[in-house]
């Protein structure tokens, strides 16, 4: 009896851990606006520390946060699906939802006492031309919404940036499906154990080490709390300035007995689909890349990597 007291306890205190990090899906209030033209230019760069997002795979469907949201860098990457209500005026009929990737961070300006939609404890999206007159006609300005944080559906897999010089290592990392906000970042070098990385602004994560000429893996965890590990991203030869992508063990800890292994997510530059009836070695097999000593567990449905 006792012992199933203290797995039932062990249970709900994993079920209790598992509701806390799982992002929030309700719906609230906010405004939005838009900035920039139809053509998204001024959309580019910004203070997520992304560059061309034609290129890197967010496009258009993108939005600056106010301070309320922007969170000092930390939701960027999240994903957020938006409508626009209570506007008759200015909402389109059955205009629906979008769904946009926190790109940028929309600055207060504490000169003016109007229109201060940015400013605290405001929460508002500065959209993109072309996602804002999906909801309204754009001479609404600004338009009333509710919004609610959404996973994010990315093609490919994660990618890594590498910038920085001999003394110091900065990587970008975006394209990340999911939660889609990085909150940790780890990186090993073929001749080095694991280091913390710290966020330098945005999603750029930076390290003080000298690790040119050495292969980089990097353990990439989301505000969700699960971790994705790349092993071998970068080879020795890599260059600052190059972009890098891999394979990813998925490692989600469970308190359950019948979870005690690790799971297995795959996480490449490619779409790739493996059927649920595949062995775990069958899929390494096929990536060319040994299977871990633990179990991998598959899902009912085909992995997608992504």
Known sequence: MARFKNFFMFMVLHLLMTMALAIDTAWYDARATFYGDMKGGDTMQGACGYGDLFKQGYGLETAALSTALFNNGSTCGACFEIMCVNDPQWCIPNAGTIKITATNF????????????????????DLSMPMFVKLANYKAGVIPVRYRRVLCSKQGGVKFEIKGNRYWTLVTVYNVGGAGDVTDVKIKGSNSVW???NRNWGQNWQIGSALA?????FQV??????MVQFDNVAPVNWRFGQT???????????????HRTSSLELAASRTTSFPSSMKCKEIHARIHQPPPKSICFLNQNPIHVN
Do not use: A, E
């Open 195 to 197: 280091q913390q990385m």
């Open 106 to 125: 929309c600055p207060p300006n504490f000169t003016k006492t109007t229109d201060v939609w940015c400013n605290p404890p405001q929460k508002h999206f």
């Open 244 to 258: 890098f992508d891999g394979f990813g063990i998925h490692f989600q800890s469970s308190m359950s007995s019948s």
């Open 213 to 217: 000429g050495q292969s980089l893996s």
């Open 221 to 226: 965890t989301t505000s969700d709390g699960k």
